[in-house]
């Protein structure tokens, strides 16, 4: 039994909704890993045989998935919550959780996959015979990363998904299991979690159906989704009306082969200047009683000439001097192309003969890798926004903590915008002038919520008091 067949039967899983994409996620895949072997192995003909050559590979695809990623969530991003006690529970959930090296993780992915996922759960839960929780004093919250191969979606929208099954492999003693957790909406609109284990035995699996330690079903007690979807909001023009995202270079594949094609001759004429030494077939071989080759058969700078050749020359070498400088051009014509195409602008990679480069992170308010980022950030504001509230509603409800996400604010890095200072300055001079609260300023540019602004200015005040307020608190004492 496959993991689609068990969802097929108990979970009306269609099959078709990832089948239909399968050729494409290999692909997808393999340029991640930068080995796609229909491309990256190929033949050179010597005159007599075919030998197997490596393309040599830039991994750009690696390259602009984690340049994405690295721009759109940083250190410098933030998430505030609505109060102060709120904010120090959730940053000692997040120091626990590890969770902006997920969300930055999940970017990437999410990236160069087309889809990405985070599953929380609930661990080191105590319940009686009646399913009432009784303890949750050890108990932790756990994120789970799931790839795009491992996500099964049963239900969607225009919105995104609402119902979906996730999988995941662990091994146990030697012995490999795939783990499956299904999260669907009951009658009363919240979520219940319903978790399988199988024993997998090359790829045929076998449900155990009782687990010490592990709740079958779960009910979450809310509608709030234990689950976000991460993907580039970008339209999927390969398939329409399917759940799942396609990722930054779907639409340059030929740019990414144009750039490795390129590199590859590069390197090349780096190694050997591609020189050619042309060899008549009876030159090849010599007999001094064993048959001895007169050359590597494996060597492709020899080529051998066609039976007929003239006897004027036995042995021709082609020596031209290394174009270097030609094929650096033509790599970083295509680089500039492939940039381009993945949302960067122009000029945003270049290789300097030994190492590739980007261009300054300072990029004007109206260029296109500007207006990209902050179409991006739109949809994984989203995904960013579900997975803190699942795992604030988790540790709070079946744990220790008690986080209020009610006018929580997710805020972006803008640093690498040229005008940020002035847009500050601009507020700062409206706040003086009236047009502006200050704590309008400190949500417009610090990403605040009007709480913690507010609290934020009472403690400047208290700590640099104004004359007026010296004042007005001697004449109360007097």
């Known amino acids: 039994m496959k993991l689609e067949d068990f969802l097929q039967t108990n979970y009306n899983y269609n099959p078709d909704v990832k089948d239909v994409l399968k050729t494409y996620i290999e692909q997808w895949k393999s340029w991640y890993a930068g080995n796609v072997k229909s491309f990256h192995n190929y033949f050179i003909y010597n005159g007599k045989k075919k030998v197997n050559q490596k393309r040599f590979t830039m991994n750009m695809a690696k390259e602009i998935s984690e340049d994405w990623s690295d721009i759109l969530w940083s250190e410098k991003c933030e998430i505030n919550m609505k109060d102060e006690n709120s904010q120090e529970q959730f940053e000692e959930l997040v120091n626990s959780l590890d969770l902006y090296s997920l969300i930055n993780q999940s970017i990437e992915k999410s990236g160069a996959l087309g889809t990405e996922s985070t599953v929380v759960s609930v661990y080191d839960l105590v319940q009686n015979e009646d399913g009432m929780y009784l303890d949750v004093s050890n108990a932790k919250t756990r994120v789970d990363l799931v790839d795009i191969d491992w996500i099964y979606p ?50 045929n699996l076998t449900e155990i159906t009782e687990e010490e330690g592990t709740m079958s079903v779960f009910d979450t007690k809310s509608n709030i989704p234990w689950f976000a979807i991460f993907k580039p909001l970008l339209t999927n023009n390969l398939f329409s009306n399917s759940p799942f995202g396609i990722p930054h270079y779907a639409n340059a594949i030929d740019n990414l082969k144009a750039v490795d094609i390129s590199f590859d001759a590069l390197k090349n004429e780096i190694q050997d200047g591609r020189k050619r030494t042309f060899v008549r077939a009876d030159m090849l071989n010599y ?3 064993t048959q001895k080759m007169t050359f590597d058969p494996n060597d492709t700078t020899v080529y051998q000439l066609p039976s007929g050749a003239t006897k004027d020359d036995l042995i021709q070498s082609d020596s031209d001097s290394l174009r270097t400088a030609q094929q650096i051009e033509t790599l970083n014509t295509n680089l500039n192309i492939l940039g381009n195409k993945v949302g960067f602008g122009e000029n945003h990679y270049h290789f300097d003969g030994v190492n590739l480069s980007t261009a300054t992170a300072v990029v004007s308010s109206n260029s296109k890798l500007f207006r990209r980022k902050k179409k991006l950030e739109i949809g994984y504001e989203s995904a960013i926004f579900d ?54 300023y400190r949500e417009k540019i610090f990403g605040e919520t009007p709480e913690i602004a507010e609290q934020e200015i009472r403690k400047i005040q208290e700590e640099n008091p104004s004359v007026n307020d010296l004042l007005g608190t001697r004449n109360n004492e007097e």
Do not use: P
């Open 154 to 203: 049963l239900s969607w929208n225009n919105k995104g998904i609402t119902e979906c099954a996730f999988g995941s492999v662990e091994y146990s003693k030697g012995q490999k299991y795939v783990v499956c957790s299904v999260h669907k909406i009951a009658d009363d609109g919240n979520y219940v979690i319903y978790n399988h284990l199988f024993r997998d035995s090359n790829g």
């Open 387 to 440: 997975l803190v509230r699942a795992i604030c509603y988790a540790s709070s409800t079946f744990g220790t903590y008690n986080i209020n996400t009610e006018d929580m604010v997710i805020q972006f890095d803008d640093s690498i915008i040229e005008d940020k200072e002035a847009e500050s300055n601009r507020a700062l001079r409206e706040v003086n002038a009236g047009l502006m609260s200050k704590i309008e």
């Open 287 to 289: 007999d001094d009683g």
